[in-house]
């Protein structure tokens, strides 16, 4: 049973636009959430993460929104550049767990 | 500084055979992992070790073995490969254990082909 889900598995958008990535979660114990950044070829790199205790956070041109009751968090990247093309991956953590659960990924595209 | 470092990059097995791949990151992290990534199915713990000395089964242990060989370094074993191990496989590197706070530092990847 997967207990983090990216639904979507790709994104279009035009440069410039605000892209909306989706994740949704099922283990009501995850308390850390992350998103990674990965290019073909190259290793996941970190973007953005948030506490369970808040419901956004911030971070220049990215932003994470966090809604416990729905289980479900969002990463906007405003304004979308053409190196933002990448592969995302939504992660979460119980706390005090070794175990980050990586979703399947979803494929951004950013047309210029 | 060079973070997370695997070899090889690259690999092609036949069915049956042996390896092992090698990481080594120069972070000082105490925590240290092993994933693979498949088409459409994301990536999936196979082993960890949150400190030297400890190691610890992920998700999808089977048919792979681990050694935590120093601080620096995490090395993972196939014994007797098979196609399903046909994988990318990545190292990182955490700085704490369990620590809401510390991301995962990522190799670039090692791509293996079993046949």
């Known amino acids: 049973d997967q207990q983090v889900k990216q639904n979507s598995p790709s994104l279009s958008v035009q440069e410039g636009r605000i892209s909306i990535l989706n994740c949704d979660y099922t283990?009501?114990?995850?308390?850390?959430f992350l998103w990674y950044k990965k290019y073909p070829a190259e290793g996941p790199t970190f973007l953005i993460s948030?506490?369970?205790?808040?419901d956004k956070n911030e971070d220049g041109r990215f932003t994470v929104f966090l809604n416990k009751s729905a289980k479900h968090l969002s990463l906007h990247i405003v304004p979308s550049q053409p190196g933002d093309s990448a592969v995302y991956f939504c992660?979460?953590?119980?706390?005090?767990?070794?175990?980050?659960?990586f979703g399947k990924g979803m494929k951004l595209t950013v047309n210029p | 500084n060079a973070g997370v470092t695997q070899t090889p990059k690259f690999q092609v097995l036949k069915t049956g055979q042996s390896m092992t791949l090698q990481c080594a990151q120069d972070?000082?992290?105490?925590?240290m992992y092993w994933y693979r990534q498949d088409p459409g199915m994301g990536l999936r713990l196979i082993y960890y070790?949150?400190?030297?000395?400890?190691?610890d089964k992920g998700e999808v242990p089977n048919g792979y073995n681990v050694s935590r060989l120093n601080k620096r370094e995490f090395s993972l074993r196939l014994e007797s490969a098979a196609p399903s191990q046909t994988s990318v496989y990545f190292c990182?590197?955490?700085?704490?254990?369990?620590?809401?706070?510390?991301?995962?530092?990522f190799g670039n990847g090692t791509r293996l082909t079993v046949t």
């Open positions: 990182a590197s955490s700085p704490q254990t369990g620590g809401a706070h510390s991301p995962l530092h």
């Open positions: 283990n009501s114990m995850f308390d850390y």
């Open positions: 948030i506490s369970s205790i808040k």
């Open positions: 992660a979460a953590r119980q706390g005090g767990s070794e175990k980050l659960v």
């Open positions: 972070m000082n992290h105490n925590s």
């Open positions: 070790s949150a400190s030297e000395g400890t190691t």
